[in-house]
């Protein structure tokens, strides 16, 4: 098949720094074209992914996030270059609404954010001609009424990240810094358990500044460190020597891709049973699903009794980008053949 893949112009494909989409695309289009598919990849100028790549934008967008400017015109260039593909898999928000001026291009997107207010009624006027994948069962459980082609969990290369010991002594957060992400229950749940705790955390917007400045940053010491937006690199460096990653959410999450980067390391993580978190963390095996922060500090404590090599098992086995794209490439097949296939709706 040609398949044409659009990214939103928010970041580059693969992120230098934070971007879990930017990531999970980069995984789809290699593992696609590896499969023996045409690929194209419509980003952003300063995106290295190594498939047949094109843009509009010379640099991702990464100071307007969300702006609608930018995307719009990301996304009129993009449909003018990928119009002779057999399907268009969209990742951004306002493509696969823009998509309805070309009735005999397919197009499937990717809801990778949380089914709120605004995106439940965008994407109730598009579900039913644009078929649309989830990346768990905890985000559709929302909103029973959408029709949902796919859920199709996440998945990385295993061999893409480095077996680590864990000898590193610490407990890591990686995300965003937001309350939304819980660095303030991280912090709780090491201090309780008496280690240290390092957040590698996105720190750009206002928002974020002042949910450090007050909640973050009064805690900071020699054991509590944060160490800003940190590169890939070190990155899997953090991951790779940390005893465990708290992922301390308490919202519905859609799914979480520093989990599965935390296991492909060999680090067991410490969650509570929100949103997907359920769906990544084998209870007893990859991990714990903990009820409080006190109960995290107390499963810091019995993360040595985990097999680092049974949570990287769970990465080279199920959360795996084959699994991941042979899941995509039967959904596209299908679609493209004129079946416009939907899983059946949760009870």
Known sequence: ???????????????????????????????MQKAGHDVVLFTTGDS????????????????????AVPELRHVMAAYDAVRDADIVHDHSIMGPVYA???????????????FNDELTDLYSRIAGRVPIIAISHAQRKPVPQIPIA???????DVEDFPFGAGDGGYCLFLGRMSPDKGAHRAIEAAEKANVPLL??????????????????????????????????EHKLELLAGARALLFPIRWNEPFGMVMIEALACGTPVLAF???????????????????DETDMAQAI???????????????????????????????????????????????
């Open 1 to 31: 098949m040609r398949i044409a893949v659009v990214a939103p112009p928010w970041a580059p494909v693969p992120p230098a720094l934070y971007g879990g989409i930017e990531l999970v695309v980069d995984r789809l289009c290699v593992g």
């Open 48 to 67: 290295t992914c190594p498939v047949r790549r094109e843009w509009a934008l010379e640099v991702s967008e990464g100071q307007r996030i969300g702006m």
């Open 100 to 114: 309805e001026r070309f009735p005999d291009l397919p197009v499937v997107t990717t809801i990778h954010g949380p």
């Open 150 to 156: 796919r859920v199709i969990h996440h998945g990385l």
């Open 199 to 232: 957040m590698a955390a996105k720190m750009r917007e206002a928002w974020e500044f002042e949910y450090f400045e007050e909640m973050v940053k009064p805690h900071l010491n020699d054991d509590i460190q944060y160490l800003g937006e940190v590169p890939h």
């Open 273 to 291: 049973p929100e949103g997907a978190a359920p769906e990544v963390v084998d209870d007893g095996r990859t991990g714990f699903l903990c009820h």
């Open 301 to 347: 404590a019995r993360v040595g009794t985990l097999s680092r090599a049974d949570c990287r098992a769970a990465v080279a086995g199920y959360f795996s980008t084959d699994r991941m794209v042979s899941e995509h490439i039967a959904l596209f097949e299908d679609i493209v053949a004129g079946r416009h296939p939907r899983e059946p709706r949760p009870a």
